[in-house]
Nanobody, 119 residues
């Protein structure tokens, strides 16, 4: 079982910044991939950013240069620094852990945190 505690969402004006935090507990290993997805009303959930234990992070094209993902493997935490926010960034943001055990991939999700970008 994987448990999540997410925080950091809220209302911000266009051009502003927010930092999302997600702390994970339970059956998690450093080798797991941690990341953030988002879902806007009427749209499918999409990848925002993710970071494996090794290697460079992956970002959606729409957030490259504005968002930065980082992880703290001592705290089992993942963060998303969001700068230069746009109204189209408005969505529910979900923390994600992707595990591969014995060749089987599983995804675990946080409860989501609302980000609203509006003047």
């Amino acid at each position: 079982q994987v448990l999540f505690v997410e925080s950091g969402g809220g209302l911000v004006q266009p051009g502003g910044s927010l930092r999302l935090s997600c702390t994970v507990s339970g059956s998690i290993f450093t080798s797991d991939t941690m990341g953030w997805y988002r879902q806007a009303p009427g749209k499918q959930r999409e990848l925002v950013a993710r970071k494996a234990f090794r290697g460079s992070p992956d970002y959606a094209d729409s957030v490259k240069g504005r968002f930065t993902i980082s992880r703290d493997d001592v705290k089992n935490a993942v963060y998303l620094q969001m700068n230069s926010l746009k109204p189209e960034d408005t969505a529910v943001y979900y923390c994600n852990v992707e595990q591969t055990r014995w060749g089987i991939k599983s995804n675990y999700w946080g409860q989501g945190t609302q980000v609203t970008v509006s003047s």
